[in-house]
Nanobody
């Protein structure tokens, strides 16, 4: 069992930055793909970013490329999402997710473990 706890959300203005963190516990962090998803009010949850443990290779949704950066620290069992140039449309609950494997995973159904989410609100 893997437990994930997100932190770092908040209320910011357009153009500001936030850094989300996800602390994993319960099993060896290496071996797990880590991802970030988000869900805006009235919308389905969508993929934001993911990072492989084997080579730290990241993948991003098109709408965050160049603005968001995902990183992981296997020694501390944490994964971060640095969000720059935030826009009002980035407002959502952001979820950390984990899945055991080595391939890049961008589909919600591929992930086995989820955090409780952290709210990000960007005002215009």
């Amino acid at each position: 069992q893997v437990r994930l706890v997100e932190s770092g959300g908040g209320l910011v203005e357009a153009g500001d930055s936030l850094r989300l963190s996800c602390q994993a516990s319960g099993r060896t962090f290496s071996g797990y793909i880590m991802g970030w998803f988000r869900q805006a009010p009235g919308k389905e949850r969508e993929f934001v970013a993911t990072i492989r443990w084997i080579d730290n290779n990241p993948s991003y949704a098109d709408f965050v490329k160049g603005r968001f950066t995902i990183s992981r620290d296997n020694a501390k069992n944490t994964v971060h999402l640095q969000m720059n140039s935030l826009k009002p449309e980035d407002t959502a609950v952001y979820y950390c997710a984990a899945a055991y494997g080595i391939r890049t995973m961008t589909v919600e159904e591929d992930y086995n473990y989820w955090g409780q989410g952290t709210q990000v609100t960007v005002s215009s």
